[in-house]
T-cell receptor, first 113, second 114 residues
Framework: NAGVTQTPKFQVLKTGQSMTLQCAQDMNHNSMYWYRQDPGMGLRLIYYSASEGTTDKGEVPNGYNVSRLNKREFSLRLESAAPSQTSVYFC????????????FGPGTRLTVL | DAKTTQPPSMDCAEGRAANLPCNHSTISGNEYVYWYRQIHSQGPQYIIHGLKNNETNEMASLIITEDRKSSTLILPHATLRDTAVYYCIVRVINYGGSQGNLIFGKGTKLSVKP
């Protein structure tokens, strides 16, 4: 049981490049989330998916797109990376049906030059 | 915006109890108090949550005041590995969708010293 996994762990992009951050969970959770964390700050929600086939915007969705590929996987795409998107990205999942906690992945450290 | 207020930093001696305060004066009746911590920029880790009664688990105790406007997370015997940023979060109970989302503030940076 690996919990929440994220790939890659580190990535450096040039301005304007695109990439997809991958997230997978093996806990059969309905809800999945993408957060970003800037230095010295708390996490901010980018997008979330309450269940397979649905996605909704969070606090800071601009510049990102997401895909809930199936119940296990939730990807985050940067179509044209900007330096302001340099951050650590965390994926999380939780079972929706109760007051259950979110389980977080180890994060992806992204630098946009 | 986060609905909680926490001190930015605290120190604690190893082996002593760490008491981390949190103010949530605008908490609603259907909101729980959650605590998470983040060690060394790893993903946040759930610690405990409660509604109005005190709660205890293997990691910590949560004391919520009777008016629910503040709470205290207690680590009974802090170790060096408890050095982390601790986040106090209020969250609507039980639902999926946006009501299940966590809103993080800046948290309290707890430093446990030998």
């Amino acid at each position: 049981n690996a919990g929440v996994t994220q790939t890659p762990k580190f990535q450096v992009l040039k301005t304007g490049q695109s990439m997809t951050l991958q997230c997978a969970q093996d806990m059969n959770h309905n809800s999945m989330y993408w957060y970003r964390q800037d230095p010295g700050m708390g996490l901010r929600l980018i997008y979330y998916s309450a269940s397979e086939g649905t996605t909704d915007k969070g606090e800071v969705p601009n510049g990102y797109n997401v895909s809930r590929l199936n119940k296990r996987e939730f990807s985050l795409r940067l179509e044209s990376a900007a330096p302001s998107q340099t951050s650590v990205y965390f994926c999380a999942s939780r079972e929706t049906s109760a007051n259950n906690e979110q389980f977080f992945g180890p994060g992806t450290r992204l630098t946009v030059l | 915006d986060a609905k909680t207020t926490q001190p930015p930093s605290m120190d604690c001696a190893e082996g002593r109890a760490a008491n981390l305060p949190c103010n949530h004066s605008t908490i609603s009746g259907n909101e729980y108090v959650y605590w998470y911590r983040q060690i060394h920029s790893q993903g946040p880790q759930y610690i405990i949550h409660g509604l109005k009664n005190n709660e205890t688990n293997e990691m910590a105790s949560l004391i919520i005041t009777e008016d629910r406007k503040s709470s205290t997370l207690i680590l009974p015997h802090a170790t060096l590995r408890d050095t982390a940023v601790y986040y106090c979060i209020v969250r609507v109970i039980n639902y999926g969708g946006s009501q299940g989302n966590l809103i993080f503030g800046k948290g309290t940076k707890l430093s446990v010293k030998p």
